[in-house]
């Protein structure tokens, strides 16, 4: 079955920092691959996407790319400020295409001034 | 831009109300979801439509059910409201091919008491 698993939080950084979280992914065919953002008491938001091998997604100075070979979907970010602190979720959605959204279970980050 | 709209923020209820659970899209989506999140569990999908009067189970519908009347509004229901149903309920409408993406509301924290 379709399946994402995330590193586990919480992640705690300095402002400045270089950030990695990690995210692989199960699934049949070529999923399309989120990165959505969960500011505290918010909804979800999308930071980024993917929908074919070898893109790349980016905003915000986040970045993630999709990497067929390893089925992974990696987000980084340069220099991490205090207001990216946040729950992020990586996704995806199975080629069938009804939008479902299989989600990992979240990654805490605080970052710290 | 897309807007889900879910109408309230917060909610306090008791146990054995009936509770409905009001989400509007403003983009003609056809597929829209609803699904709670908690501390350690993640986002787990109630229940999903796919057109107006259409709907499908997610992965733990016991306890809910849905209504789409009209291709801009779902709603979750709660017949009779319980003290694990306490939670951040989320609603998501799908934009589809070839962008792929849900959009998300701000979410409703509803606690039964």
Do not use: A, H, I
């Given at each position: 079955g379709n399946s994402v698993t995330q590193m586990e939080g919480p992640v705690t950084l300095s402002e400045e920092a270089f950030l990695t979280i990690n995210c692989t992914y199960t699934a049949t065919g070529y999923p399309s691959l989120f990165w959505y953002v969960q500011y505290p008491g918010e909804g979800l938001q999308l930071l980024l996407k993917a929908t074919k091998a070898d893109d790349k997604g980016s905003n915000k100075g986040f970045e993630a790319t999709y990497r067929k070979e390893t089925t992974s979907f990696h987000?980084?970010?340069g220099s991490v400020q205090v207001s990216d602190s946040a729950v992020y979720f990586c996704a995806l959605v199975p080629p069938s295409?009804?939008?479902k959204l299989i989600f990992g279970?979240?990654?805490?980050l605080q970052v710290k001034p | 831009d897309v807007k889900v709209t879910q109408s309230s923020r917060?909610?306090?209820k008791r146990t054995g109300e009936k509770v409905f659970l009001e989400c509007v899209q403003d983009m003609d989506h056809e597929n829209m979801f609803w699904y709670r999140q908690d501390p350690g569990l993640g986002l787990r999908l109630i229940?999903?439509?796919?057109d107006v009067k259409m709907k499908e189970k997610g992965d733990i519908p016991e306890g809910y059910s849905v209504s789409r009347e009209k291709k801009e509004r779902f709603s979750l229901i709660l017949e009779s409201a319980s003290t694990n149903q306490t939670s951040m309920y989320l609603c998501a409408s799908f934009s589809g091919?070839?962008?792929n993406i849900q959009y998300f509301g701000a979410g409703t924290r509803l606690s039964v008491l």
């Open positions: 987000l980084e970010k295409n009804t939008g279970q979240g990654t805490t | 917060y909610l306090v229940y999903f439509s796919y091919r070839p962008q």
